[in-house]
């Protein structure tokens, strides 16, 4: 898919410009198609769930929550962000290529994820509000889980830029001075790895999708890397 309106963004990082157009086109359709729930159809879920197909591991990259702007919103400005100056330095080929691999193995952490999710849940007083059992409550969640978006494939993204870029400032909301991308993003990883093992009541957020996202990212770039440091300062 190819869309050309003759600007900067699309001449020097075309997968990042088609991406923020798909991903926008997708979501789209998961408020305005119906009755098919695109957003059902397209999820993650759990292998063992009968909800599960395998074309999931993919679909749900392009997917947003559509009760609100701010889960797309956010993910886009962070591919814009990074994924402009990674695509520049890899190509757009291998760029693509970084992208979807680091969405996968996003995917690979989620299933692995899922049985210890299950478990915290049947223990928590969110879970033992349902009045089931445990086995119960753990057969259900792995029943209905579903994760979306394309956060995970963009951690991956974040991550790589940190070592290759690990010097360059950034500046973050709220913080009025800038900070080295070597302390931002392992701080946010490390938030994510924190915020997955705590599962706090209502944090829908996937964090083991980021983890996965940023530990594929982090060897894959390192794998290409390792023979050329001339990109490190």
Same mark, same amino acid.
């Given at each position: ?39 059902a159809w397209g999820a993650l879920h759990y292998y063992k769930s009968s909800l599960f197909y ?18 797309? /919103?956010? @993910?886009?400005?962070?591919?814009? =962000? *990074?994924?402009? $100056? ?8 291998? %760029? ?50 579903q994760a979306i978006g394309a956060s995970g494939a963009i951690m991956g993204v974040m991550a790589?830029?940190?070592?290759? /870029?690990? @010097?360059?400032?950034?500046?973050? =909301? *709220?913080?009025? $001075? ?8 392992? %701080? ?46």
């Amino acid at each position: 898919m190819a869309f050309k309106f003759n600007n900067s963004l699309q001449r020097d990082t075309p997968i990042v410009f088609n991406l923020l157009i798909i991903n926008v086109l997708v979501y789209l359709a998961q408020i305005l198609v119906k009755p098919f729930d695109v957003t059902a159809w397209g999820a993650l879920h759990y292998y063992k769930s009968s909800l599960f197909y395998p074309h999931q591991f993919i679909t749900n990259m392009f997917l947003h929550d559509p009760t609100g702007l701010t889960h797309i /919103f956010f @993910n886009m400005f962070t591919l814009w =962000m *990074f994924g402009t $100056i990674m695509e520049r330095h890899l190509g757009s080929k291998r %760029f693509l290529l970084f992208y979807l691999i680091c969405g996968l193995g996003a995917g690979i952490f989620i299933q692995l994820s899922v049985p210890f999710s299950a478990d915290q849940f049947s223990k928590s007083a969110e879970g033992l509000a349902n009045g089931m059992s445990a086995p119960d409550l753990i057969t259900a969640y792995k029943q209905q889980y579903q994760a979306i978006g394309a956060s995970g494939a963009i951690m991956g993204v974040m991550a790589a830029y940190a070592y290759l /870029f690990p @010097n360059t400032e950034l500046y973050i =909301m *709220f913080i009025p $001075i800038p900070l080295k991308a070597k302390y931002v993003i392992p %701080f946010f990883i490390l938030l994510d790895v924190f915020m997955g093992v705590r599962q706090i009541a209502g944090d829908n957020v996937g964090h083991f999708a980021h983890l996965g996202g940023a530990v594929v990212g982090f060897f894959l770039i390192f794998f290409w890397n390792k023979t050329n440091r001339k990109t490190f300062y």
